[in-house]
């Protein structure tokens, strides 16, 4: 078994930031992650705007690999980690596991 971090380890600047832009805002500026988390909600494509920075990532981490399934735990990247496996001609299987059961972020 294996963790990786999705924006670290398969992104491409500037998500490769994103869990250090994430720390940051949810501790010193908490109202502002919260305007920020409010208006993503707006239906924005994940496919669109994390997609090209991490697909190629995804892909090469399957490679590399060679997983048997994939477990998930990141909204945003869980239809992407989907169409990389399907890529692969050999891909993980992709599972889902939710974490925040009070309300899902819709993406």
Known sequence: MRLVDAYVECGRFPVTRFPWAYAQLSRHHPRLWSLIYSGSQCGVDPGHVVGPFVRNG???LFRQERPDFVIS???????LLAQAARAEKH???VEVVLTDWHSVHPV
């Open 73 to 79: 735990t990141l909204p945003v990247v869980n239809g």
């Open 58 to 60: 995804f892909r090469r």
């Open 91 to 93: 891909g993980p299987r």
